[in-house]
Protein backbone atom coordinates (compact mmCIF):
# COMPACT_ATOMS: atom_id res chain seq x y z
CA UNK A 1 0.00 0.00 0.00
CA UNK A 2 1.43 3.44 -1.25
CA UNK A 3 1.87 5.78 1.35
CA UNK A 4 -0.68 9.26 1.15
CA UNK A 5 0.42 12.19 -0.63
CA UNK A 6 1.41 14.83 1.58
CA UNK A 7 0.67 18.59 0.63
CA UNK A 8 1.48 21.91 2.81
CA UNK A 9 -0.31 24.51 1.87
CA UNK A 10 1.09 27.98 3.00
CA UNK A 11 -1.67 30.30 3.30
CA UNK A 12 -4.95 30.26 4.87
CA UNK A 13 -7.01 32.70 2.71
CA UNK A 14 -10.26 31.71 0.26
CA UNK A 15 -8.17 30.40 -2.45
CA UNK A 16 -5.60 28.49 -0.25
CA UNK A 17 -8.23 27.09 2.02
CA UNK A 18 -10.02 25.66 -0.80
CA UNK A 19 -7.27 24.46 -2.89
CA UNK A 20 -6.07 22.65 0.79
CA UNK A 21 -9.88 21.06 0.52
CA UNK A 22 -9.29 20.25 -3.28
CA UNK A 23 -6.46 18.01 -1.99
CA UNK A 24 -7.43 16.46 0.87
CA UNK A 25 -10.75 15.42 -1.08
CA UNK A 26 -8.49 13.91 -4.02
CA UNK A 27 -6.86 11.75 -0.88
CA UNK A 28 -3.93 13.93 0.28
CA UNK A 29 -2.43 14.70 3.85
CA UNK A 30 -3.12 18.23 3.85
CA UNK A 31 -0.92 20.57 6.32
CA UNK A 32 -2.27 24.45 6.01
CA UNK A 33 0.02 27.18 7.63
CA UNK A 34 -1.29 30.59 8.60
CA UNK A 35 0.18 33.03 10.97
CA UNK A 36 -2.24 33.38 13.42
CA UNK A 37 -2.96 30.98 16.09
CA UNK A 38 -6.36 31.32 16.64
CA UNK A 39 -7.19 30.40 12.82
CA UNK A 40 -5.37 27.45 13.35
CA UNK A 41 -7.47 26.88 16.51
CA UNK A 42 -10.26 26.95 14.69
CA UNK A 43 -9.79 24.53 11.66
CA UNK A 44 -8.48 21.98 13.85
CA UNK A 45 -11.64 21.69 16.56
CA UNK A 46 -14.04 23.14 14.58
CA UNK A 47 -12.86 21.88 11.00
CA UNK A 48 -13.96 25.44 9.38
CA UNK A 49 -12.17 28.62 8.23
CA UNK A 50 -14.54 30.89 10.46
CA UNK A 51 -12.24 34.06 8.50
CA UNK A 52 -13.38 33.20 4.90
CA UNK A 53 -15.60 29.96 4.84
CA UNK A 54 -17.77 30.44 7.71
CA UNK A 55 -20.10 26.99 8.38
CA UNK A 56 -18.45 25.47 5.28
CA UNK A 57 -16.98 21.80 6.85
CA UNK A 58 -13.27 21.18 6.17
CA UNK A 59 -12.39 17.39 5.24
CA UNK A 60 -10.79 16.06 7.94
CA UNK A 61 -7.57 15.14 5.98
CA UNK A 62 -6.91 18.69 6.67
CA UNK A 63 -5.08 20.12 9.58
CA UNK A 64 -3.83 23.76 10.10
CA UNK A 65 -0.36 24.96 12.44
CA UNK A 66 1.36 28.06 12.58
CA UNK A 67 4.55 26.42 12.30
CA UNK A 68 6.03 26.43 8.71
CA UNK A 69 8.55 23.45 9.53
CA UNK A 70 5.99 21.21 10.53
CA UNK A 71 4.34 22.41 7.88
CA UNK A 72 7.01 21.77 5.25
CA UNK A 73 8.13 18.55 7.07
CA UNK A 74 7.94 15.64 4.70
CA UNK A 75 5.84 17.42 2.33
CA UNK A 76 5.53 15.94 -1.71
CA UNK A 77 4.21 19.94 -2.64
CA UNK A 78 4.57 22.97 -1.04
CA UNK A 79 1.77 25.13 -2.03
CA UNK A 80 2.06 28.91 -2.31
CA UNK A 81 -0.88 30.66 -1.95
CA UNK A 82 -0.20 33.92 -0.61
CA UNK A 83 -0.80 37.85 -2.05
CA UNK A 84 2.21 37.68 -4.94
CA UNK A 85 3.51 40.82 -3.63
CA UNK A 86 4.58 39.14 -0.29
CA UNK A 87 5.93 35.96 -2.23
CA UNK A 88 9.74 36.90 -2.00
CA UNK A 89 9.98 37.66 1.17
CA UNK A 90 8.04 34.60 3.19
CA UNK A 91 9.43 32.41 0.64
CA UNK A 92 12.98 33.32 1.54
CA UNK A 93 12.04 31.78 5.25
CA UNK A 94 10.27 29.00 3.91
CA UNK A 95 13.01 27.25 1.42
CA UNK A 96 14.99 25.85 3.63
CA UNK A 97 12.65 24.32 5.52
CA UNK A 98 11.19 22.35 2.42
CA UNK A 99 12.17 19.17 1.93
CA UNK A 100 14.81 19.09 -1.25
CA UNK A 101 12.65 16.85 -3.84
CA UNK A 102 9.59 19.08 -2.81
CA UNK A 103 7.70 20.31 -5.53
CA UNK A 104 6.74 23.78 -4.87
CA UNK A 105 3.20 25.04 -6.53
CA UNK A 106 2.22 28.68 -7.44
CA UNK A 107 -1.75 29.64 -7.23
CA UNK A 108 -0.72 32.72 -7.30
CA UNK A 109 -1.67 35.15 -10.49
CA UNK A 110 0.50 38.25 -10.26
CA UNK A 111 3.75 39.92 -11.71
CA UNK A 112 5.94 41.15 -9.04
CA UNK A 113 6.79 44.93 -9.17
CA UNK A 114 9.76 46.21 -9.38
CA UNK A 115 11.01 43.29 -11.29
CA UNK A 116 7.94 42.36 -13.52
CA UNK A 117 9.10 38.58 -12.90
CA UNK A 118 6.21 35.75 -12.81
CA UNK A 119 5.90 34.08 -10.02
CA UNK A 120 7.37 31.09 -11.30
CA UNK A 121 10.26 33.11 -11.69
CA UNK A 122 10.73 34.44 -8.40
CA UNK A 123 10.18 30.43 -6.86
CA UNK A 124 12.64 29.32 -9.13
CA UNK A 125 15.28 32.40 -7.81
CA UNK A 126 14.47 32.26 -4.04
CA UNK A 127 14.28 28.85 -3.23
CA UNK A 128 17.14 28.23 -5.92
CA UNK A 129 15.29 25.00 -7.68
CA UNK A 130 15.02 24.23 -11.33
CA UNK A 131 12.16 24.77 -13.32
CA UNK A 132 11.14 21.41 -13.41
CA UNK A 133 10.29 21.69 -9.49
CA UNK A 134 7.66 24.55 -9.80
CA UNK A 135 4.38 24.14 -11.01
CA UNK A 136 1.31 26.26 -11.40
CA UNK A 137 -2.42 25.95 -10.63
CA UNK A 138 -4.79 28.23 -12.67
CA UNK A 139 -7.89 28.63 -14.85
CA UNK A 140 -11.75 29.66 -13.57
CA UNK A 141 -11.25 29.02 -9.66
CA UNK A 142 -13.62 31.33 -7.71
CA UNK A 143 -13.15 29.90 -4.42
CA UNK A 144 -16.02 30.28 -3.07
CA UNK A 145 -17.49 27.78 -5.48
CA UNK A 146 -14.98 25.41 -5.00
CA UNK A 147 -16.15 24.74 -1.28
CA UNK A 148 -19.28 24.41 -2.46
CA UNK A 149 -17.88 21.30 -4.65
CA UNK A 150 -19.68 23.44 -7.45
CA UNK A 151 -17.45 21.42 -10.83
CA UNK A 152 -14.86 23.42 -12.08
CA UNK A 153 -11.63 22.78 -14.54
CA UNK A 154 -7.88 24.17 -13.97
CA UNK A 155 -4.58 23.45 -15.79
CA UNK A 156 -1.40 21.93 -14.28
CA UNK A 157 1.59 23.65 -15.95
CA UNK A 158 5.30 22.78 -15.12
CA UNK A 159 8.03 22.52 -17.68
CA UNK A 160 8.45 18.90 -16.85
CA UNK A 161 4.81 17.12 -17.99
CA UNK A 162 5.89 13.81 -15.44
CA UNK A 163 5.74 16.50 -12.48
CA UNK A 164 2.43 17.83 -13.43
CA UNK A 165 0.49 14.86 -13.90
CA UNK A 166 2.04 13.92 -10.47
CA UNK A 167 0.24 17.25 -9.74
CA UNK A 168 -2.73 16.34 -11.31
CA UNK A 169 -3.25 13.03 -9.79
CA UNK A 170 -2.93 14.55 -6.34
CA UNK A 171 -5.80 17.57 -6.75
CA UNK A 172 -8.41 15.54 -9.51
CA UNK A 173 -11.32 15.04 -7.93
CA UNK A 174 -15.00 14.24 -9.10
CA UNK A 175 -16.13 17.89 -9.00
CA UNK A 176 -12.33 19.80 -10.15
CA UNK A 177 -10.70 18.64 -13.36
CA UNK A 178 -7.24 19.81 -13.39
CA UNK A 179 -5.57 19.16 -17.14
CA UNK A 180 -2.12 19.39 -17.75
CA UNK A 181 0.34 22.02 -19.80
CA UNK A 182 4.04 22.19 -20.24
CA UNK A 183 3.46 26.71 -21.14
CA UNK A 184 4.07 27.77 -17.49
CA UNK A 185 4.74 30.93 -19.30
CA UNK A 186 1.13 31.44 -20.82
CA UNK A 187 -0.74 29.82 -18.25
CA UNK A 188 1.15 32.74 -15.38
CA UNK A 189 0.95 35.41 -18.01
CA UNK A 190 -3.06 34.39 -18.63
CA UNK A 191 -3.58 34.45 -14.61
CA UNK A 192 -1.86 38.15 -14.05
CA UNK A 193 -3.26 39.67 -17.04
CA UNK A 194 -7.33 38.32 -16.40
CA UNK A 195 -7.24 40.78 -13.23
CA UNK A 196 -6.25 43.55 -15.07
CA UNK A 197 -9.04 42.91 -17.51
CA UNK A 198 -11.20 42.39 -14.18
CA UNK A 199 -10.78 45.45 -12.59
CA UNK A 200 -11.31 47.15 -15.87
CA UNK A 201 -15.01 45.31 -16.45
CA UNK A 202 -15.70 45.84 -13.06
CA UNK A 203 -14.93 50.01 -13.94
CA UNK A 204 -17.92 49.17 -16.66
CA UNK A 205 -20.03 47.83 -14.58
CA UNK A 206 -19.67 50.60 -11.81
CA UNK A 207 -20.01 53.17 -14.59
CA UNK A 208 -23.26 51.72 -15.72
CA UNK A 209 -22.25 50.38 -18.88
CA UNK A 210 -23.82 47.29 -21.21
CA UNK A 211 -22.47 44.32 -21.89
CA UNK A 212 -21.31 45.79 -25.55
CA UNK A 213 -18.33 47.62 -23.65
CA UNK A 214 -17.54 44.27 -21.54
CA UNK A 215 -17.34 42.16 -24.26
CA UNK A 216 -15.07 44.41 -26.02
CA UNK A 217 -12.97 44.77 -22.94
CA UNK A 218 -12.89 41.11 -22.43
CA UNK A 219 -11.70 40.04 -26.23
CA UNK A 220 -9.58 43.11 -26.64
CA UNK A 221 -7.86 42.09 -22.87
CA UNK A 222 -7.72 38.77 -24.30
CA UNK A 223 -5.64 39.85 -27.64
CA UNK A 224 -3.48 42.02 -24.89
CA UNK A 225 -2.86 38.73 -22.35
CA UNK A 226 -1.74 36.64 -26.27
CA UNK A 227 0.32 39.93 -27.61
CA UNK A 228 2.49 39.81 -24.91
CA UNK A 229 2.82 35.71 -24.10
CA UNK A 230 3.65 35.41 -27.94
CA UNK A 231 6.58 38.62 -26.88
CA UNK A 232 7.52 36.17 -24.35
CA UNK A 233 7.49 32.73 -25.66
CA UNK A 234 4.40 31.46 -24.65
CA UNK A 235 2.10 29.32 -26.89
CA UNK A 236 -1.15 31.01 -28.10
CA UNK A 237 -3.38 28.73 -27.97
CA UNK A 238 -2.90 28.53 -23.98
CA UNK A 239 -5.08 31.90 -23.97
CA UNK A 240 -7.98 30.34 -25.73
CA UNK A 241 -7.95 27.67 -22.77
CA UNK A 242 -8.81 27.12 -19.52
CA UNK A 243 -5.85 29.50 -18.14
CA UNK A 244 -7.18 32.25 -20.47
CA UNK A 245 -10.08 32.96 -21.41
CA UNK A 246 -12.11 30.62 -18.94
CA UNK A 247 -10.02 32.30 -16.30
CA UNK A 248 -10.92 35.60 -18.03
CA UNK A 249 -14.79 35.53 -18.46
CA UNK A 250 -15.01 33.94 -14.42
CA UNK A 251 -13.70 36.64 -13.39
CA UNK A 252 -15.22 39.31 -15.42
CA UNK A 253 -18.92 37.66 -15.43
CA UNK A 254 -18.83 36.84 -11.50
CA UNK A 255 -20.13 39.22 -8.41
CA UNK A 256 -17.39 36.12 -6.62
CA UNK A 257 -14.55 37.76 -8.03
CA UNK A 258 -12.18 40.39 -6.02
CA UNK A 259 -11.04 42.04 -8.97
CA UNK A 260 -14.30 42.80 -10.52
CA UNK A 261 -15.89 43.81 -7.21
CA UNK A 262 -13.00 46.61 -6.84
CA UNK A 263 -13.49 47.69 -10.29
CA UNK A 264 -17.16 48.17 -9.73
CA UNK A 265 -16.86 50.39 -6.40
CA UNK A 266 -13.63 52.42 -8.40
CA UNK A 267 -16.28 52.45 -11.04
CA UNK A 268 -19.32 53.90 -9.13
CA UNK A 269 -16.87 56.81 -7.61
CA UNK A 270 -15.16 55.81 -5.15
CA UNK A 271 -11.27 56.58 -4.17
CA UNK A 272 -8.78 53.61 -4.39
CA UNK A 273 -8.45 54.62 -0.07
CA UNK A 274 -11.81 53.75 -0.24
CA UNK A 275 -12.13 50.96 -2.04
CA UNK A 276 -9.22 49.57 -0.33
CA UNK A 277 -10.91 50.13 3.01
CA UNK A 278 -14.09 48.20 2.33
CA UNK A 279 -12.08 45.64 0.32
CA UNK A 280 -11.18 42.27 2.89
CA UNK A 281 -9.42 40.16 0.48
CA UNK A 282 -6.31 41.07 -2.08
CA UNK A 283 -7.40 42.07 -5.72
CA UNK A 284 -3.83 41.29 -7.26
CA UNK A 285 -4.85 43.17 -10.06
CA UNK A 286 -4.56 46.99 -8.23
CA UNK A 287 -1.21 46.29 -7.94
CA UNK A 288 0.10 43.76 -10.57
CA UNK A 289 -1.76 45.91 -13.63
CA UNK A 290 1.73 48.24 -12.76
CA UNK A 291 3.79 45.10 -13.07
CA UNK A 292 1.59 44.25 -16.01
CA UNK A 293 2.40 47.32 -17.57
CA UNK A 294 6.01 47.23 -16.74
CA UNK A 295 6.56 43.93 -18.46
CA UNK A 296 4.85 44.75 -21.83
CA UNK A 297 6.96 47.98 -22.06
CA UNK A 298 10.12 45.46 -21.66
CA UNK A 299 8.86 43.60 -24.36
CA UNK A 300 7.59 46.21 -26.49
CA UNK A 301 3.96 45.14 -26.21
CA UNK A 302 1.15 47.64 -26.70
CA UNK A 303 -1.22 46.84 -23.53
CA UNK A 304 -3.92 49.99 -23.84
CA UNK A 305 -6.55 48.54 -21.32
CA UNK A 306 -3.68 48.07 -18.99
CA UNK A 307 -2.37 51.07 -19.06
CA UNK A 308 -5.81 52.84 -18.98
CA UNK A 309 -6.29 50.99 -15.42
CA UNK A 310 -3.42 51.74 -14.72
CA UNK A 311 -4.04 55.60 -14.62
CA UNK A 312 -7.13 54.99 -13.64
CA UNK A 313 -5.88 53.18 -10.24
CA UNK A 314 -3.19 54.83 -9.45
CA UNK A 315 -3.15 58.56 -11.07
CA UNK A 316 -6.53 59.17 -10.31
CA UNK A 317 -7.99 59.72 -13.60
CA UNK A 318 -11.68 59.64 -13.93
CA UNK A 319 -13.06 56.56 -15.56
CA UNK A 320 -15.35 58.33 -17.92
CA UNK A 321 -11.63 61.08 -19.11
CA UNK A 322 -10.17 57.69 -19.34
CA UNK A 323 -12.52 56.14 -21.72
CA UNK A 324 -13.10 58.63 -24.03
CA UNK A 325 -9.04 58.53 -24.39
CA UNK A 326 -8.95 54.52 -25.24
CA UNK A 327 -12.16 54.93 -27.17
CA UNK A 328 -10.28 57.70 -29.20
CA UNK A 329 -6.80 55.75 -30.23
CA UNK A 330 -6.36 55.37 -33.82
CA UNK A 331 -8.14 52.67 -35.77
CA UNK A 332 -6.33 49.87 -37.02
CA UNK A 333 -6.67 46.08 -38.06
CA UNK A 334 -8.37 43.75 -35.43
CA UNK A 335 -5.32 41.45 -35.49
CA UNK A 336 -2.28 43.84 -34.64
Not at 23 to 50: F, M
Not at 299 to 318: A, Q, R, S
Request: proline share 6%.
Amino acid sequence: MTAPVKAAVFGTGSWGTAFAMVLADAGCEVVLWGRRQELADAVNTTRTNPDYFPGVELPAGIRATTDAAEAARGADFAVLAIPSQTLRGNLAEWAPLLPPDAVLVSLMKGIELGTAKRMSEVIEEVAKVPPARVAVVTGPNLAREIVARQPAAAVVACSDEAVAQRLQAACHTPYFRPYTSTDVIGCELGGAVKNVIGLAVGIADGMGLGDNTKGSLITRGLAEATRLGLAMGADPLTFSGLAGLGDLVATCSSPLSRNHTFGTNLGRGMTLEETIAVTKQTAEGVKSCESVADLARRHGVDMPITETVVEIVHHGKPPLVALKELMARSAKPERR
